[in-house]
């Protein structure tokens, strides 16, 4: 099993971004998908989750200008990114709590992350 983020790039204050992440290999479930970041010297702070139901969280920081979801048929979990800002700018991982076939157990994946840079 493996995740693989995909979507950032470099955008102007005020801008839009949709990150994308999909999960492959052999999954059985998916529980809890959520995106994280982290800024260059700065601990990794939790961005948004969402669960296998669609029930959403978001951080402070991002309510209101961010929009997580997710795909359950394609194992994917998306992050739309608007009106953003210089200090949005950081990398962006994606993490995801998968049941796997064989083994049937739980673990937790991260994909590679993703750089997202605000700038003018």
């Known amino acids: 099993v493996q995740l693989q983020a995909c979507g950032g790039g470099l955008v102007q204050p005020g801008g839009s971004l949709r990150l994308s992440c999909v999960a492959s290999?052999?999954?059985?479930?998916?529980?809890?998908m959520r995106w994280y970041r982290q800024a260059p010297g700065k601990q990794r702070e939790l961005v948004a989750h969402?669960?296998?139901?669609?029930?959403?969280n978001y951080a402070d920081s991002v309510k209101g200008r961010f929009s997580i979801s997710r795909d359950n048929a394609k194992h994917t979990v998306y992050l739309q990114m608007n009106s953003l800002k210089p200090e949005d700018t950081a990398v962006y991982y994606c993490?995801?709590?998968?049941?796997?076939?064989?083994?049937?157990?739980?673990?937790?994946?991260w994909g590679q992350g993703t750089q997202v840079t605000v700038s003018s």
């Open positions: 290999g052999s999954i059985f479930s998916i529980g809890y």
């Open positions: 969402i669960t296998s139901g669609g029930t959403t």
């Open positions: 993490n995801a709590d998968i049941t796997s076939v064989v083994p049937r157990t739980l673990t937790s994946y």
